[in-house]
């Protein structure tokens, strides 16, 4: 009888389809094993009432699955990669970055309002993420942002129930659920960059578990753990203990990697911007010197004032 890898993840419907996409792939590669997946509610899950910045805690919506990996009751969890600390317990490690999706955000509206810039004044914008909020509020001063958590089927429906004129969503997170057509508009980078890690799944592992090691490095993909891996290390260099509004996105072009990265006032009245590009091998050493190169153009500044008061991340 084949060993039976157990993979962990979130029940949301989300979630659930990227743990049977990595559960996919692994029996396409490794047919050797059998697979099970079984679904873990994480705190973020559970406090589906309160804003993010407000609950304080990294790893809202990974902890759960992590203890569950330490106590050896599954083998593998699958995360979006943007939830994942960019600091792991000790033990675990990153198996496999897999193919990235358009990391990008997307403007879903009620019908008549297909772009941010045909937004009535004023517009309520519903988001639960700082990250997002700080840079609409610098593209357009008049937005009102609106808290808005719980999963993708939930915030659709917000957005009439709770008579909004929009909500801005993840392109990868609609599109693997093929609600597609509910897009309105694609988010210019250049008016928000997305989270660090946005649109690609992670599996996470137990370091030195070598057979796990070796089939989950069947599925990694090198251009986007390049990527992201600079991004968590711009993150992990701004961060400080303090969870912050940053923006990141890292491409890969014939085996250079640029790196793109944010910091925004929380009211978006400041917004300090920069890229840098080198070799993917230096790929976390870009990410560390871009933090710093955003430092001194006044990022640090910025997050002196938030650290004071108490933000937190996306």
Not at 31 to 58: F, M, N, Q, V, W
Not at 225 to 231: F, H, V
Not at 264 to 285: F, N
Request: with cysteine; net charge neutral; aromatic share 4%.
């Amino acid at each position: 009888m084949n060993r039976e890898i157990i993979i962990g993840t979130r029940e949301s419907r989300l979630a659930l389809w990227q743990a049977n996409w990595v559960k996919g792939r692994l029996q396409e590669l490794g047919p050797e094993y059998s697979y099970r997946i079984i679904g873990i509610k994480t705190l973020g899950d559970k406090k589906l009432d309160t804003a993010l910045a407000k609950i304080g805690e990294k790893g809202l919506f990974t902890k759960e699955l992590e203890l569950a990996l330490q106590r050896g009751e599954i083998d593998l969890a699958v995360h979006s990669m943007k939830d994942l600390p960019t600091i792991l317990p000790e033990g675990l490690a990153i198996g496999a970055v897999c193919h990235r999706e358009n990391p990008g955000d997307v403007l879903v509206s009620r019908i008549g309002y297909n772009k941010l810039r045909d937004l009535p004044k004023g517009a309520l914008i519903g988001t639960s993420s700082l990250r997002r909020c700080a840079q609409l509020r610098n593209y357009r001063s008049d937005f009102k942002i609106i808290n808005l958590r719980g999963n993708i089927d939930t915030r659709l429906g917000k957005l009439e129930g709770e008579l909004l004129d929009a909500i801005v969503l993840s392109y990868a997170g609609l599109h693997r659920l093929g609600l597609g057509d509910r897009i309105s508009q694609l988010i210019p980078f250049e008016v928000c960059l997305p989270a660090v890690g946005q649109g690609a799944i992670g599996v996470e592992i137990r370091a030195g578990d070598n057979e796990i090691q070796d089939l989950t490095r069947k599925i990694d993909h090198y251009e986007s753990r390049s990527a992201i891996t600079a991004e968590r290390a711009l993150l992990w260099k701004l961060e400080g203990g303090c969870q912050i509004p940053v923006g990141a996105l890292g491409t890969v072009e014939n085996g250079r990697l640029l790196l793109e990265g944010v910091v925004a006032s929380l009211d978006g009245g400041q917004l300090v911007r920069s890229s840098l590009s080198g070799s993917t091998e230096d790929a976390a050493v870009i990410g560390v010197k871009l933090a710093e190169k955003l430092v001194q153009m006044g990022a640090g500044d910025l997050l002196g004032k938030m650290r004071q008061e108490n933000c937190h991340y996306d």
